[in-house]
């Protein structure tokens, strides 16, 4: 009688490529998220030969390329945001501060393309009895979502890929995670003139919402390279991307966040947008995340009209990241959290 795997049995383990990209490592960190795994095969198939029967042509196919993706979700929390940030913003950052709290600072040069760190990933299908092991080497974020409502917590979800699935053994003995939280409640949301002048002027009573996207930092890049797994050979920089989306209240008052960037996107002014999420204390500070960009108003933000929340009218602003020449920053990601080191 079969056994069927079991969902919430399923384990996702990973490990930093500390050697070389791609060279496989043991995983030392479990994560705690909800995992969909795609096992991607390219096959070219012999569909359109005349042959002189009425059936399809009776030639097998060619795997032509091989590939990995895991996409994961999970209440937001301060410890394994690190991992989306380290595989898809910029690598080998280490924090700083003396005590219990620690400052991590992801803020991508403009100038000179990033650097990643890849990993291994192990996930792990289980019936209870049985266990099954697909592993993927050369794994780095292709996309990073923060998702924000009135209620509840943040979710977090990235995108990982990687070169072939490849049967494997999970690494043993990882304990699970211990993980802090805080509630939406606890964003704040700031939006400025300047990159310097980041986090003075906050908004309050009109934000309920937000979707922060960060994606197109790095991507796989195929070669003729006479790779017998028939993956990528590497991965490369390109332009990233950042993305908010915030729904809110619209205030008619002429001071008030909708009437206020409505001028400025009429006159595409280049907007500084800070949104931070803070927790518990922790040492001399708090644990946070905060999610600083400049931006300009996209075509469609604050257009669509009318609809209403609770009776109150609301609207969507929509901004897109753009390089701001004084400051040379386009994006930055800050951390603080209990770890001095990620993933062990």
Not at 1 to 7: D, E, L, N, Q, S
Not at 43 to 65: K, L, N, S, W
Not at 155 to 174: D, P
Not at 184 to 195: H, K, L, P
């Amino acid at each position: 009688m079969a056994t069927p795997a079991v969902k919430i049995l399923t384990k996702v383990q990973v490990g930093q490529e500390a050697v070389a990209p791609g060279t496989a490592a043991d995983a030392t960190r479990c994560l705690l998220a909800q995992a969909r795994y795609t096992w991607q095969q390219d096959v070219y198939e012999f569909t359109d030969q005349d042959m002189g029967v009425f059936a399809r042509v009776p030639r097998q196919g060619v795997i032509t390329r091989h590939g990995s993706e895991i996409e994961l979700t999970t209440p937001m929390d301060f410890q394994q945001i690190l991992l989306p940030l380290l595989s898809g913003v910029k690598g080998a950052v280490t924090p700083t501060g003396g005590g219990a709290d620690k400052t991590w600072t992801f803020t991508p040069a403009t100038a000179t393309a990033p650097a990643i760190d890849t990993y291994t990933v192990e996930f792990e299908e289980a019936s209870g009895s049985d266990v099954a092991e697909l592993e993927f080497y050369y794994g780095h974020t292709t996309e990073i979502e923060i998702t924000a409502t009135d209620d509840g917590v943040p979710e977090l979800r990235w995108v990982m890929r990687g070169r072939k699935t490849v049967e494997g053994t999970k690494t043993a003995a990882i304990g699970k995670p211990t993980l802090v939280y805080a509630p939406n409640a606890r964003w704040g949301v700031w939006v400025d003139d300047t990159w310097a002048t980041l986090g003075t002027a906050q908004k309050t009573g009109q934000v309920y919402g937000f979707r922060w996207t960060y994606r197109g930092q790095v991507h796989p890049a195929f070669y003729l390279d006479n790779r017998s797994d028939l993956d990528f050979t590497q991965t490369e920089q390109a332009k990233p991307e950042v993305e908010i989306e915030m729904d809110v209240v619209h205030d008619p008052d002429s001071a008030s966040l909708v009437q206020d960037e409505e001028t400025h996107k009429a006159a595409q002014d280049l907007r500084f947008v800070q949104l931070k999420l803070t927790g518990a204390a922790l040492g001399g500070s708090n644990y946070s995340v905060s999610l600083l960009g400049s931006f300009y108003h996209a075509g469609d933000s604050m257009a669509s009209r009318g609809e209403d929340r609770d009776g109150n009218l609301i609207t969507r602003v929509h901004l897109v990241s753009a390089y701001d020449p004084t400051s040379t920053n386009q994006a930055s990601i800050v951390v603080v959290n209990n770890l001095a080191s990620f993933p062990a």
